[in-house]
């Protein structure tokens, strides 16, 4: 029995989002859930302050466990684009977490991606500040 | 190619559990897994406590990002019941974890559903103080 | 509509990853992806030290959230082996993180299994200290 998620396993140097969208691409892949664990050696994570409309951004250097990247793939100008969330744990084993804006992949992150049974089209929303959902369609967008 | 596995996305102002639950009563669906990420501005997290059998509670006001909701969707009473842990990043970017109580969507949050090929039933165990799963059958219970 | 996708509830005393492995042999996955939520007692948690090429554990007693366990089943010499990360709320709700040495279920464990579609073959890689997918083959591998 066998359904439609498909693992990957990325290797050291690859850049996230980059090689999770050209995979998408590659494939595609017009929405579909993303997760994946492993670990990242830079690592840019944010955290939106929704009164200024901008993300915090963070860098972390060195190797950190992604102990869980969630997120999705959907169509962004007709093109696949990756939302992701990450939590990171640290060699003390705490956890920082966030929206992820980049990462470099050190040395493998294992990535699942599901392809969903409807299409999400996202866009830039000018009054929240941030790229959203903002339409579902059944099955395969054109 | 698309399987079953389907995506929502929760505006500003949604409930959880409430919002998720009337998704599955609406579509159907008995069993499932459920995932997010996203923001929330109210959020009620606990850790239970299984000398006292009870949830310690402890409540976080202002914007979390949603850096992973896990959870499942069962069959309690007949009603589709959710059952979610969450990880939330604060603004220095730490992490707080547990059982999702309640929590008000804010500004959105991405949710994907999909539906198992077996069936959890769900009731409360009066030993373990815990609403459990005590059986799953295969395929869509009635 | 259903998938591939199936949901187990492991009871108190169940270790971790010996009982996600056995139900993967026994029910004949080659690779899936796994998750989970529920709680634990003891938990053996492991940052990679890549310099010194082994993993630093640290023993982590008493109940703690598994507020996610993310991870895959891939086929290492030809049988079931897993690899899983995982996120922990403690009792004032901070979280701890890193790969999952070995767990054992308190009081439930609620996991979900989902074959994908491809097949990973995985071994110890001598360069990095680690056990990596080094191979994936499209559909199951015999």
């Known amino acids: 029995m066998s359904g439609v998620a498909k693992i990957y396993s990325l290797k050291s140097g690859a850049k996230v989002p980059d090689e999770i969208v050209s995979i998408a691409t590659r494939e595609a892949v017009k929405t579909a859930r993303v997760e994946a664990i492993g670990g990242v050696s830079k690592l840019r994570l944010a955290y939106f302050n ?49 929206h992820i804006v980049s990462a470099t992949v050190f040395p493998i992150l294992e990535v699942v991606i599901t392809p969903t049974r409807n299409t ?18 059944r099955g395969s967008a054109k």
Chains 1, 2, 3 share one sequence.
């Open 50 to 98: 929704h009164e200024k409309k901008l993300y915090e951004e963070h860098d972390y250097e060195g190797f950190l466990e992604v102990t869980s990247l969630l997120g999705n793939i959907t169509l962004k100008e007709g093109k696949p684009f990756l939302h992701a969330h990450g939590n990171f744990g640290r060699r003390d084993q705490t956890v920082v977490g966030g």
């Open 120 to 137: 999400a089209l996202r866009q830039f929303d000018d009054e929240l500040g941030l790229n959203v959902i903002y339409k579902t369609l």
